[in-house]
């Protein structure tokens, strides 16, 4: 089993920034690459950002230009720099190691418990 933790979260005003970081206790032979989902209240959990085998990445629309994910050397940790945060980025922000898995591909595997971000105008 893996587990994911997540840290980092915190309030912080419109236009401020905040470093997320998310730890892995073990990056499995099937990994295939770590991302990062949120969930705002009332909204179903939305795709943020991912990087695959540390090497290409990918962001959701709202976030492009002001969020970047970078993965560490042990592929174990993972960040997510959030710059000129805005009021609709509060949400509960998730860290996620994917996997392959079997003819799926790579999926979304081991999540960890989230953390708060709340962004106030």
């Known amino acids: 089993q893996v587990q994911v933790a997540e840290s980092g979260g915190g309030s912080v005003q419109a236009g401020g920034s905040l470093k997320l970081s998310c730890a892995a206790s073990r990056y499995p032979i099937s990994g295939c690459g770590m991302g990062w989902y949120r969930q705002a209240p009332g909204k179903p959990r939305e795709f943020v950002s991912l990087t695959v085998n540390q090497g290409s990445t990918t962001y959701a629309d709202s976030v492009k230009g002001r969020f970047a994910i970078s993965q560490g050397n042990d592929k174990n940790t993972l960040y997510l720099q959030m710059n000129s945060l805005k009021t609709e980025d509060t949400a509960v922000y998730y860290c996620?190691?994917?996997?392959?898995?079997?003819?799926?591909?790579?999926?979304?595997?081991?999540w960890g418990q989230g953390t708060q971000v709340t962004v106030s105008s």
């Open positions: 996620v190691l994917h996997t392959i898995i079997g003819f799926q591909g790579c999926q979304p595997n081991y």
